[in-house]
């Protein structure tokens, strides 16, 4: 969805070594965060009430959850029809 109005954002939850390999190693372009950066008390994790990993969160233009799950194939379909959405 290059040029689209969207932005994805990575949390992982990964040790820092092992989640640079899995960016270098699966070419990926989008910016990922820590889950709990070195010194933080609480994790995002936490924050969002993550229950299990992949977690997909699809946010619309208002910052409502549009789509909260695991099935990948499902968040893509919520966020290419905002998209649009958003077209009109």
């Given at each position: 969805m290059k040029d689209q109005a969207f932005a994805?954002?990575?949390?992982n939850s990964d040790d820092l070594p092992r989640a640079k390999k899995a960016v270098a190693e699966n070419k990926l372009n989008w910016r990922s965060f820590q889950n709990q950066p070195e010194g933080q008390k609480r994790a995002i994790a936490d924050d969002w009430v993550?229950?299990?990993?992949?977690t997909i969160v699809v946010l619309d233009s208002e910052m409502k959850v549009r789509y909260r799950g695991h099935d990948g194939e499902e968040a893509t379909k919520v966020a290419k029809d905002l998209v649009a959405a958003l077209k009109k």
């Open positions: 994805l954002i990575g949390i993550i229950k299990g990993w992949p």
